[in-house]
């Protein structure tokens, strides 16, 4: 496609000839420099001045950027008055589109070595993201990295007031509501944070939910936290045909909303067709809600594997855990399990379907001092304490809230356990629920000793409520009824 340019040498002269040249298809930005302050005024000014309908192009190369606090030597804020703690910021603008030199090379990258604060504390004691947007629509990244800088930021406590670490909430990407966002054959790589955070607050009633994000073939490596985070009120999400790598101290698409009961956990949302690799054996995904219930989550045809890169090679990869959850679909994936950790765990949970996938695991976890091997799937009650001194009936018996799941089938997948005397599927205490024995749940045991193959459905406990009792249908699958 033949692309159409408005180019000038001097930065000076393309601000004063910017909107002259507004119908343009994509207007190209100048070089950055080596002044960090510069390039952030720069950029902003370019971002602030675009009409609806812009496409601006980033310059070629790594561009450093300054904190917009550093950079303007003052707090910044957004046009609605949130204070955005960016280097860029995306505020109260429709209809943009930031995109990449054709060449490929383009770099928004956080200053490393940013300058210390009067009292000589570093500038990111606070929170500190690369690109941030708030109150924005049919807002669209495309064919650009952004580098967080992680791994050249100190690590030491000796940073922060209180003898503390620079902030952990650095995002390359910060989303608060905002709309029909596109994130498109991107690298967000680096965070010391997340590759993406996504939130929104209710009291911005013209826009009270960050909803209709697409997130598609773009590469997460090597961010410090999670790759992805869904916080409150973050609703139809589609995440597809993307890669994650190495996210390091959570998981690599984690939804850990909070807030309260006007509140909205995760909604409607689609994780298609991405591949998760893993340097560090654990929990990998997490789905599911907080102060309100995730509800309409799919996650089909992903893989969750062991990275060749990992040292040393234990050919383990990661887990699944479903938390607080409804109508939650885990099917046609592969994903190969880790040690310390059960494959596909739920708890707080009704309508989950687990079908036709390929599931492993290694899980053999330390409990009371010895290992006890774990389930492949395994959905149980939980138990939660109403607090001390809070008792049910004569004291001093404690007073529980206890959460069963309900509406549970597990149907049509193929279970191998790398541990000897371990369950495939283990359901407990659940209505309505039930495996399906006989239409495809074939599981496989291994160790070094043996090697055999059973289509024996797993051990589980069929109800917590003597009225419950087990039927099958005509395609043998078995359910719980009261």
Known sequence: MERQYCKTGLWLVATMLWFSCASAAVAAMPPCGSDPKANTLLLQKAIDQAPAGATLELPPGVCVLAKCDIAKGQICYSPAGLRHSSALH????????????????????????????????????????????????????????????????????????????????????????????????????????????????????????????????????????????????????????????????????????????????????????NVFERLQPKITVTLGGGGQRARNIRFTRNTIRASPLANPQTSQGGCIFVYTAEKTTIAHNTIIGAQSCVTIWAQKVADLVVEQNHVESFANLQQNGAFRPQAVIDHARRHVNQGAGVTCGQPPKPCYVIHYPDRITVRGNTIMHYVRHSKGVLLRNVDASGVDPYGGDEQHHRSDEQDRTSRDHAAWHPCHWDRCAVWGDRRGLWRLQE
């Open 90 to 273: 995306i505020g109260k603008k429709s209809k943009l589109t930031l995109t990449g030199a054709a060449n490929g090379t383009s770099v928004l990258k956080l200053d490393p070595h940013p300058p210390r604060s009067p009292s000589g504390h570093h500038a990111y004691c606070s929170a500190t993201h690369v690109l941030s947007m708030h109150l924005s629509q049919f807002i669209t990244l495309r064919d650009f990295t952004i580098d967080g800088s992680d791994g050249e930021l100190p690590e030491d406590t000796t940073q922060c007031p209180g003898s503390s670490r620079i902030n952990e909430r650095m995002f390359n990407v910060w989303l608060v509501n905002a709309t029909h966002v596109t994130i498109d054959r991107m690298k967000l790589i680096k965070a010391h944070g997340d590759g993406l955070y996504m939130i929104a607050e209710r009291n911005q009633t013209t826009m009270p939910f960050t909803e209709n994000i697409a997130v598609t073939h773009t590469e997460f490596l090597a961010n410090n936290r999670a790759g992805i985070t869904f916080q409150r009120n973050v609703g139809k999400v589609s995440i597809e045909g993307n890669y994650f790598r190495n996210s390091g101290g959570d998981q690599d698409l984690d939804m850990e909303p909070s807030g309260g009961a006007e509140d909205r956990g995760p909604y409607d949302v689609v994780i298609d067709n």
